[in-house]
Every structure is written in structure tokens, then in C-alpha cells.
């Protein structure tokens, strides 16, 4: 299975691993509507295709994923509330996608990752962190809270550190990652990575497709339970912060470079 090169989602199968490469790296892998699309296809394709085992999730450039791309949406012509309901479905469909399907899906970020980029991870089987990957949840610095990937965060991550890092927005290094539980794997050389991925992937081309999808369900039964219904209160929960002037004050600082007025850090 292999998808044209200007795709921006690319596709190769290789020893019955499909392998899925955000490749728009101009827009920080950001989840257009058009990436959404062409991932949600490759995603399903690989889930019934029989020759295809389990999927590797990647990226092209410095950026793992930024999250949703509110300016495309924008763009084409939806209103800001249109625009973030159409991102929030989005992300649900996905992380429902990776974690419903009967095959494993392996993250390997090497890059930054952002906002919904930590959706995909936290759907992930089993995620794998490289030296350059770097974690931020800065969305309560901008009025808002990282309400739909809480859905598949809070079951990995510890208590402990989502209570930090869900508030403080704080930059944190893949090793953190790590002990957190937010990835599975944290490298420190892409030497290392590799290793790692050939590792996963050779346990995993040696288990039986049924066996696959039964133990992968024992995995992902709590996090399922009860998936759409809180999907569905966080995603309103997003859309009300994202029409509070809060919200406002805080995205327009952002984009002007400026601090808005709840800011008291030192200068």
C-alpha cells in the first residue's frame, strides 16, 4: 500500500506494518481538514486490510502534531464556534479510530507535540518518544483546558503529573514523558528509537492477528467504556471555553506575542 508523495498523509506497508507519516510539515502536521481526512482513510484502510498486522503512526519535520488547524478551518469559511466543533469531532473520530481497531498502533515523535498531537498519543498501544520529541499542554495559559484528550490522557498518565502539567503548561523532555506514562519508551539517540521500534514491531509480527485483537481489547476496555458519552460532555466543554472572552484575550495574546491580564510571571 503506498500513497502519492503529495499526500499529506503518506502510506508504505512493509513486512505486513503499515506506516503512517504526517507529512505536512509547513503547518506543523496540524490536523486540517484534509490531514484529518486522508489519516482517518489510512486508518481505516489498514484496519481491514488482512495483510496489514499493525500500523507505526509518524511524522515529516520538527512538529509530531500541533493539534487541530483552526485557521484552515477559518479559511474555508466556518464561523470560530463551527470551526472548534469541527475540530473536537475530529479528534474524537480519531482517537475513537485508533483505539476501536483491531490492530495496534505504534506512535514514534520524534518532534514537538501539542494540543491534539497528545490525543494521538495517548491513543496510541504503544508510544515512542525520540531525543528531539518535546510535550507541552499550554492550553490554560490560553483560557482553556485540554478537555477532549483528558478522555484518553487521564487513564495513562499519573495522577501526579497530569495535576502539573495539565496546569502549568511547562515544557517537558521526553524522559519525563516516560515516567509520567504518557509514552511507553522515551530514546535518547534516534539510534536508540529504531532499535526500540524493531523491537515492538518484531513481538508483534510474531502474534496472531486474533490474538492481537483480543489482548488489545483487554487494553483499551476501560478507556472505551463510556467513550462516547465523555467525549461528548468534554467536546461541550471545549466548545464553552472556546466561546469565553477568556478564551479570546488568550488567543489573541498569543498571536500578537503579547501577555494577557492574568499573566503575573516575571517578564
Given at each position: 500500500m503506498v500513497v502519492d508523495a503529495d499526500n499529506i498523509v503518506r502510506a508504505e506497508m512493509t513486512r505486513a506494518v503499515a506506516t503512517l507519516t504526517l507529512n505536512s510539515p509547513s503547518t506543523r502536521n496540524a490536523l486540517s481538514s484534509a490531514l484529518v481526512a486522508q489519516l482517518s482513510s489510512a486508518l481505516s484502510d489498514a484496519a481491514a486490510d488482512p495483510a496489514i498486522r499493525a500500523v507505526v503512526l509518524t511524522h515529516a519535520g520538527g512538529t509530531f502534531c500541533a493539534g487541530a488547524d483552526l485557521g484552515e478551518a477559518l479559511r474555508r469559511g466556518?464561523?470560530?464556534?463551527?470551526?472548534?466543533?469541527?475540530?473536537?469531532?475530529?479528534?474524537?473520530?480519531?482517537?475513537?479510530?485508533?483505539?476501536?481497531?483491531?490492530?495496534?498502533?505504534?506512535?514514534?515523535?520524534?518532534?514537538?507535540?501539542?494540543?491534539g498531537g497528545f490525543g494521538l498519543v495517548g491513543a496510541a498501544d504503544v508510544a515512542l518518544a525520540g531525543p528531539q520529541a518535546t510535550f507541552a499542554l499550554t492550553e490554560a495559559r490560553l483560557g482553556l483546558?485540554?478537555?477532549i484528550i483528558s478522555?484518553?490522557?487521564?487513564p495513562k498518565m499519573t495522577a501526579r503529573s497530569a495535576g502539573r502539567y495539565f496546569l502549568t503548561g511547562e515544557i517537558f523532555d521526553p524522559a519525563t514523558a516516560e515516567r509520567s506514562g504518557l509514552v511507553t519508551r522515551a530514546a535518547s539517540s534516534g539510534e536508540e528509537l529504531s532499535r526500540i521500534v524493531d523491537e515492538v514491531l518484531d513481538g508483534i509480527r510474531k502474534a496472531s492477528p486474533q490474538g492481537l485483537a483480543a489482548s488489545k481489547a483487554l487494553t483499551t476496555r476501560g478507556i472505551l467504556a463510556g467513550f462516547d458519552e465523555h467525549a461528548a460532555a468534554r467536546a461541550a466543554e471545549s466548545a464553552a471555553l472556546f466561546g469565553s472572552e477568556q478564551a479570546r484575550e488568550g488567543m489573541t495574546a498569543f498571536l500578537s506575542r503579547s501577555r494577557p491580564s492574568w499573566d503575573t510571571s516575571e517578564p
Open positions: 466556518l464561523s470560530p464556534e463551527q470551526a472548534t466543533a469541527e475540530g473536537a469531532s475530529a479528534m474524537v473520530g480519531l482517537m475513537r479510530t485508533m483505539l476501536t481497531m483491531p490492530k495496534p498502533v505504534i506512535v514514534v515523535a520524534d518532534g514537538h507535540v501539542r494540543a483546558a485540554p478537555s478522555v484518553v490522557l487521564l
